[in-house]
C-alpha cells in the first residue's frame, strides 16, 4: 500500500482567516504571536545578554538588515552578490561626514542612509538590463573596484582608513537604535512587498515581459527596488562605523556580500522573515566556533551544508508551515 | 477621402542574424477594424507582433499609431499610447488568484491616465474585468488560483489583461489556440462586444474558420512577406495562399 503526505490547514488558521479572528482570545493569539514574538524575543534579548553577547546582536541585527535588503532585491529579479557596495558606501558616507566635516551620528547615519542609497543607485542602474549572473557579476566587482581605487589614490585614509570617530551616545542607544530598525524593516517590506506596489516588483522577477505589457516601465521599478535595498544596506553600513569608531577597506570585504546571502537562504528566500532567522543562527554560529581556531570554518561550512540539504525551503517556511498546517499520512488508492 | 489609419506600417523589415524574419511589410489598418493576420508556422506573425508591440526593433522601416512615429519605442510606452496585446504562450502567475494577476496591468499608468489620476480599487475593477470575460461572479473561479485554471480560462485572463488597459488597437495572439469548440464559441462573443464598444483588432490565428466570420480583413503572411491582402474568400482564392499552405503542386 503507498502512501503520501497530506497537508491540512490548520483548523484555527481558517477561523482566524477573516473578521472572525475577533471571536476568540486564542485566534487572536494565533495572529498575532508570530508578529509579537520577533519584537518581545529582541527587547528580552537585549536585556538579558552580557555586554559582550549585546556586541554580537548588534552584528547579527546588521547582517540581518543586509539580508533584508537582499532578499528585496531577489525577489525583484535581481540576485546581488555585492551586499557590501552598500554596506561599505554607508559606512565611508558616515565616516567621511563624521571625520571632515564632524557632524555628529545622529545627522551622519540618516544622510548616509539617503545619499548612500543614492549613490548605490547610480552605481548600478546603467546595468539594471542585464540580467541574471551578468546584473550579478557586476555587484560582485563593483565593491572590489572600490577598494582597489581606494588603496591607489590613498584618499578617505587610504589603507589605514579613517579612525577616532564619533560614538553613538551609549550602549543602549547602539542596540535600541539598530532593533527599532531591525523591526521596522522587517514589517514595513514585509508589508511593502504584499501591497500592489510589491506585486508589480514580484511581477518583474516572474516575468517582465507581462509587466512590461502592462505599460509599466519596469527598469523605473527595479531602480526604485534598488534604492530601498541599498538604502538599507547603506544605514547598516554607517550604523557599523559609529560602532567601531572606524572605517576601512574590510567595509567592502566579500563577507558582506556573502553572509547576508548564506542567512537569507539558510532562513528561507522571499519572506524577509528568513532572512532575519538565517542572521541570527549563523553570525551567533560563527561567535560560538571562534574557539575551534582554523577548523571554525570548517564547522561553519558543515553547517550550512546540513541546514540547506536538510530544509532546502529555508527554516522559516518550515515552521510556517508547520504553525499553519497539519500533516499527516493518508494511504494511495490505487 | 478615406479616413487617416490607426496603425500605419511601411517597409518593415527584421532580420535575426542571417533569418529574414520579416521583409519590406507595408500595411494599414483603419479604426474599427478587426484584421486577421494568417500564416503558415514561422512565417512572421508573431515577430511582426512583436515589431508593432516594441519586444524587438527593426532592422528596417516605419511604425505610425495614429500619425505617430512610434518606430523602435520602448513595449512600456507603446502601451501607454493605447496598443495592447496577448502573448501566445499565457505565462499568469500561478502561485496568485485569478483576480490578483489583473493587479499589474491595473497599476499601469494607462489605467492612471484613463481615469484620471486615480486608480480606485483594484480588486474590485479586477473582478469586474473579469466577469466581462465570463469568470462567473458566484462562481468563485475568480479567486483560484492561476495554477487551478484550465487552458480555457488562463486565456481569458489573458484577454481581461490586455482589456484592462482600456486600448485602442488590441492584438490577439492566437488566443484561440488550445482551446475547445465551445471554448472558441463562448470567447467570440467577448471579442464582437469589443469590436461593438470601437477597438480596433488584430487577430492572429490558426482557427481559419472561426477567424473568417468575425475577420473584416485577411493578411496573409509567408516567409515574412505579405503574400495576400483582402476579404477571407479573395485571400483563399489567391494562389500565393494556396502554395503557401499546401504545397507547390495545389
Given at each position: 500500500m503507498k502512501r503520501r503526505r497530506e497537508r491540512i490547514d490548520r483548523g484555527i488558521k481558517a477561523r482566524s482567516?477573516?473578521?472572525?479572528?475577533?471571536?476568540?482570545w486564542r485566534e487572536m493569539l494565533y495572529l498575532s504571536t508570530p508578529r509579537l514574538l520577533p519584537i518581545i524575543g529582541l527587547l528580552v534579548l537585549s536585556f538579558a545578554l552580557s555586554v559582550y553577547w549585546q556586541r554580537v546582536l548588534l552584528s547579527v541585527s546588521v547582517f540581518a538588515l543586509l539580508a533584508i535588503s537582499w532578499d528585496i532585491l531577489a525577489q525583484t529579479g535581481m540576485i546581488s552578490l555585492g551586499q557590501a557596495l552598500f554596506f561599505g558606501t554607508g559606512a565611508y558616507l558616515a565616516g567621511i561626514m563624521n571625520h571632515y566635516?564632524?557632524?555628529?551620528p545622529v545627522v551622519t547615519i540618516p544622510l548616509a542612509t539617503f545619499f548612500g542609497g543614492l549613490l548605490c543607485t547610480g552605481f548600478l542602474v546603467p546595468v539594471l538590463r542585464l540580467r541574471g549572473i551578468y546584473f550579478s557579476m557586476v555587484t560582485l566587482i563593483i565593491p572590489l573596484m572600490l577598494v582597489r581605487i581606494i588603496e591607489a589614490t590613498r584618499i578617505f585614509g587610504g589603507t589605514e582608513g579613517i579612525s577616532g570617530l564619533a560614538p553613538l551616545p551609549s550602549r543602549w542607544m547602539e542596540l535600541y537604535l539598530v532593533i527599532a530598525a531591525l523591526l521596522a524593516t522587517l514589517f514595513g517590506f514585509r508589508r511593502l512587498m504584499s501591497s500592489d506596489f510589491g506585486l508589480v516588483l514580484k511581477g518583474i522577477n516572474d516575468n517582465d515581459r507581462s509587466v512590461m505589457n502592462a505599460g509599466i516601465n519596469i527598469y523605473w521599478f527595479k531602480t526604485q527596488s534598488l534604492f530601498i535595498a541599498s538604502s538599507v544596506g547603506a544605514f547598516a553600513g554607517a550604523f557599523m562605523t559609529h560602532i567601531y569608531l572606524f572605517v576601512g577597506m574590510?567595509?567592502?570585504?566579500l563577507d558582506y556580500s556573502i553572509l547576508p546571502i548564506a542567512a537569507a537562504v539558510v532562513g528561507g528566500i522571499g519572506t524577509f522573515a528568513g532572512s532575519v532567522l538565517g542572521a541570527f543562527i549563523l553570525v551567533p554560529l560563527s561567535e560560538i566556533l571562534?574557539?575551534?581556531?582554523?577548523?571554525r570554518i570548517v564547522f561553519y561550512g558543515v553547517f550550512l551544508v546540513l541546514f540547506t540539504v536538510a530544509i532546502p525551503e529555508g527554516i522559516f517556511h518550515y515552521i510556517q508551515r508547520k504553525y499553519h498546517q497539519v500533516e499527516r499520512w493518508v494511504e494511495v488508492e490505487k | 477621402m478615406s479616413p487617416s489609419p490607426l496603425l500605419r506600417i511601411f517597409g518593415l523589415s527584421k532580420n535575426f542574424g542571417g533569418v529574414q524574419a520579416i521583409n519590406d511589410l507595408s500595411m494599414e489598418l483603419v479604426e474599427g477594424e478587426l484584421l486577421g493576420l494568417i500564416g503558415p508556422n514561422g512565417s512572421g506573425k508573431t515577430t511582426a507582433v512583436n515589431l508593432i508591440t516594441g519586444f524587438v526593433k527593426p532592422t528596417e522601416g516605419e511604425i505610425t499609431f495614429r500619425d505617430r512615429d512610434i518606430t523602435g519605442w520602448a513595449p512600456y510606452k507603446i502601451v501607454r499610447l493605447g496598443i495592447a496585446r496577448t502573448f501566445q504562450m499565457v505565462k499568469p502567475f500561478y502561485q496568485l488568484p485569478a483576480y490578483k494577476n489583473m493587479i499589474i496591468p491595473l497599476y499601469s499608468p494607462r489605467v492612471k491616465q484613463m481615469t484620471g489620476g486615480k486608480y480606485g480599487d483594484r480588486d474590485a475593477k479586477a473582478l469586474d474585468l473579469l466577469e466581462e470575460v465570463g469568470f462567473e461572479r458566484d462562481a468563485f473561479v475568480a479567486y483560484k488560483?492561476?495554477?487551478?485554471?484550465?487552458q480555457g480560462y488562463l486565456k481569458r485572463l489573458e484577454l481581461a489583461k490586455a482589456i484592462a488597459l482600456n486600448p485602442d488597437l488590441m492584438i490577439l495572439d492566437e488566443l484561440f489556440s488550445g482551446l475547445s469548440l465551445a471554448e472558441v464559441a463562448s470567447i467570440v462573443p467577448i471579442i464582437e462586444k469589443l469590436r461593438q464598444e470601437g477597438k480596433t483588432i488584430i487577430m492572429i490565428e490558426h482557427r481559419l474558420k472561426e477567424l473568417f466570420r468575425i475577420a473584416d480583413r485577411i493578411v496573409v503572411l509567408n516567409f515574412g512577406e505579405k503574400i495576400a491582402e483582402g476579404t477571407s474568400d479573395e485571400v483563399m482564392e489567391s494562389d500565393a495562399v494556396k502554395k503557401a499552405y499546401l504545397g507547390a503542386e495545389a
Amino acid at each position: 500500500m503507498k502512501r503520501r503526505r497530506e497537508r491540512i490547514d490548520r483548523g484555527i488558521k481558517a477561523r482566524s482567516g477573516d473578521l472572525f479572528a475577533l471571536c476568540s482570545w486564542r485566534e487572536m493569539l494565533y495572529l498575532s504571536t508570530p508578529r509579537l514574538l520577533p519584537i518581545i524575543g529582541l527587547l528580552v534579548l537585549s536585556f538579558a545578554l552580557s555586554v559582550y553577547w549585546q556586541r554580537v546582536l548588534l552584528s547579527v541585527s546588521v547582517f540581518a538588515l543586509l539580508a533584508i535588503s537582499w532578499d528585496i532585491l531577489a525577489q525583484t529579479g535581481m540576485i546581488s552578490l555585492g551586499q557590501a557596495l552598500f554596506f561599505g558606501t554607508g559606512a565611508y558616507l558616515a565616516g567621511i561626514m563624521n571625520h571632515y566635516w564632524g557632524w555628529p551620528p545622529v545627522v551622519t547615519i540618516p544622510l548616509a542612509t539617503f545619499f548612500g542609497g543614492l549613490l548605490c543607485t547610480g552605481f548600478l542602474v546603467p546595468v539594471l538590463r542585464l540580467r541574471g549572473i551578468y546584473f550579478s557579476m557586476v555587484t560582485l566587482i563593483i565593491p572590489l573596484m572600490l577598494v582597489r581605487i581606494i588603496e591607489a589614490t590613498r584618499i578617505f585614509g587610504g589603507t589605514e582608513g579613517i579612525s577616532g570617530l564619533a560614538p553613538l551616545p551609549s550602549r543602549w542607544m547602539e542596540l535600541y537604535l539598530v532593533i527599532a530598525a531591525l523591526l521596522a524593516t522587517l514589517f514595513g517590506f514585509r508589508r511593502l512587498m504584499s501591497s500592489d506596489f510589491g506585486l508589480v516588483l514580484k511581477g518583474i522577477n516572474d516575468n517582465d515581459r507581462s509587466v512590461m505589457n502592462a505599460g509599466i516601465n519596469i527598469y523605473w521599478f527595479k531602480t526604485q527596488s534598488l534604492f530601498i535595498a541599498s538604502s538599507v544596506g547603506a544605514f547598516a553600513g554607517a550604523f557599523m562605523t559609529h560602532i567601531y569608531l572606524f572605517v576601512g577597506m574590510p567595509v567592502f570585504a566579500l563577507d558582506y556580500s556573502i553572509l547576508p546571502i548564506a542567512a537569507a537562504v539558510v532562513g528561507g528566500i522571499g519572506t524577509f522573515a528568513g532572512s532575519v532567522l538565517g542572521a541570527f543562527i549563523l553570525v551567533p554560529l560563527s561567535e560560538i566556533l571562534r574557539g575551534l581556531g582554523g577548523l571554525r570554518i570548517v564547522f561553519y561550512g558543515v553547517f550550512l551544508v546540513l541546514f540547506t540539504v536538510a530544509i532546502p525551503e529555508g527554516i522559516f517556511h518550515y515552521i510556517q508551515r508547520k504553525y499553519h498546517q497539519v500533516e499527516r499520512w493518508v494511504e494511495v488508492e490505487k | 477621402m478615406s479616413p487617416s489609419p490607426l496603425l500605419r506600417i511601411f517597409g518593415l523589415s527584421k532580420n535575426f542574424g542571417g533569418v529574414q524574419a520579416i521583409n519590406d511589410l507595408s500595411m494599414e489598418l483603419v479604426e474599427g477594424e478587426l484584421l486577421g493576420l494568417i500564416g503558415p508556422n514561422g512565417s512572421g506573425k508573431t515577430t511582426a507582433v512583436n515589431l508593432i508591440t516594441g519586444f524587438v526593433k527593426p532592422t528596417e522601416g516605419e511604425i505610425t499609431f495614429r500619425d505617430r512615429d512610434i518606430t523602435g519605442w520602448a513595449p512600456y510606452k507603446i502601451v501607454r499610447l493605447g496598443i495592447a496585446r496577448t502573448f501566445q504562450m499565457v505565462k499568469p502567475f500561478y502561485q496568485l488568484p485569478a483576480y490578483k494577476n489583473m493587479i499589474i496591468p491595473l497599476y499601469s499608468p494607462r489605467v492612471k491616465q484613463m481615469t484620471g489620476g486615480k486608480y480606485g480599487d483594484r480588486d474590485a475593477k479586477a473582478l469586474d474585468l473579469l466577469e466581462e470575460v465570463g469568470f462567473e461572479r458566484d462562481a468563485f473561479v475568480a479567486y483560484k488560483a492561476a495554477s487551478a485554471l484550465p487552458q480555457g480560462y488562463l486565456k481569458r485572463l489573458e484577454l481581461a489583461k490586455a482589456i484592462a488597459l482600456n486600448p485602442d488597437l488590441m492584438i490577439l495572439d492566437e488566443l484561440f489556440s488550445g482551446l475547445s469548440l465551445a471554448e472558441v464559441a463562448s470567447i467570440v462573443p467577448i471579442i464582437e462586444k469589443l469590436r461593438q464598444e470601437g477597438k480596433t483588432i488584430i487577430m492572429i490565428e490558426h482557427r481559419l474558420k472561426e477567424l473568417f466570420r468575425i475577420a473584416d480583413r485577411i493578411v496573409v503572411l509567408n516567409f515574412g512577406e505579405k503574400i495576400a491582402e483582402g476579404t477571407s474568400d479573395e485571400v483563399m482564392e489567391s494562389d500565393a495562399v494556396k502554395k503557401a499552405y499546401l504545397g507547390a503542386e495545389a
